[in-house]
């Protein structure tokens, strides 16, 4: 069954006579030139990682999934970005801030629950950014479908054990 959101952008579609792939590439492209104000360049790559890259000036996104799963990866990565502003909001808001270095650190369930923490507050930015700073059509079904499955990757990278045996 499809959703209200999926109906009403087919119905907009058909009355400008354009496809509705259309829509989510131009909502990509306005997220494209956000991301431009802020001093960042998105680059398209077949089965690449969704990621910023803050020495670049990059957003990468992999190139393989449809517009519309684009869109909403994009959306994410922006929420990293606007996260990313002040240091100050990630240091009150993660202990143990995500980019630290130091491997030890890195091993700590702080520094993991800093990363899912993060996680979870990109998705929510972005889908901000996306919903009511720029008034783009978003199917919440599908985004917090994608969402769910992204954040229940890390969840398992944060809790799966550690492989002692091949340490020594």
Same mark, same amino acid.
């Given at each position: 069954?499809?959703s209200?959101?999926?109906?009403f952008?087919e119905?907009i579609?058909?009355?400008?006579?354009?496809?509705?792939t259309e829509?989510?590439k131009?909502?990509?492209?306005?997220?494209?030139k956000?991301? =431009?104000k802020?001093?960042f360049c %998105?680059?398209?790559?077949k089965g690449?990682?969704?990621?910023?890259?803050?020495?670049?000036g990059?957003?990468?996104?992999?190139?393989n999934?449809?517009?519309?799963?684009?869109?909403?990866?994009?959306?994410?990565?922006? *929420?990293? %970005?606007?996260?990313?502003?002040?240091?100050?909001?990630?240091?009150y808001?993660y202990?143990?801030?995500?980019y630290?270095?130091d491997g030890?650190k890195?091993k700590?369930?702080?520094y993991?629950?800093s990363?899912v923490?993060?996680?979870?507050?990109?998705w929510k930015? *972005?889908?901000?950014? *996306?919903d009511?700073?720029?008034n =783009?059509f978003?199917d919440?079904?599908k985004?917090d479908?994608?969402?769910?499955?992204?954040?229940?990757?890390?969840?398992?990278?944060?809790t799966?054990?550690?492989?002692?045996?091949?340490?020594?």
């Amino acid at each position: 069954m499809k959703s209200d959101i999926s109906i009403f952008i087919e119905s907009i579609a058909s009355q400008f006579g354009i496809k509705k792939t259309e829509i989510w590439k131009r909502q990509f492209e306005d997220l494209e030139k956000w991301l =431009h104000k802020k001093d960042f360049c %998105v680059i398209l790559g077949k089965g690449a990682e969704d990621i910023v890259s803050w020495q670049k000036g990059t957003v990468t996104i992999d190139s393989n999934p449809q517009w519309e799963n684009r869109y909403y990866a994009l959306l994410h990565e922006c *929420g990293h %970005v606007i996260a990313n502003e002040t240091a100050e909001f990630l240091e009150y808001n993660y202990p143990c801030y995500v980019y630290e270095v130091d491997g030890r650190k890195m091993k700590s369930d702080a520094y993991k629950v800093s990363v899912v923490g993060e996680e979870i507050e990109a998705w929510k930015l *972005g889908r901000n950014l *996306g919903d009511h700073t720029l008034n =783009h059509f978003i199917d919440h079904n599908k985004f917090d479908k994608m969402m769910t499955e992204c954040i229940m990757s890390y969840l398992y990278w944060a809790t799966e054990e550690e492989d002692d045996t091949n340490s020594a």
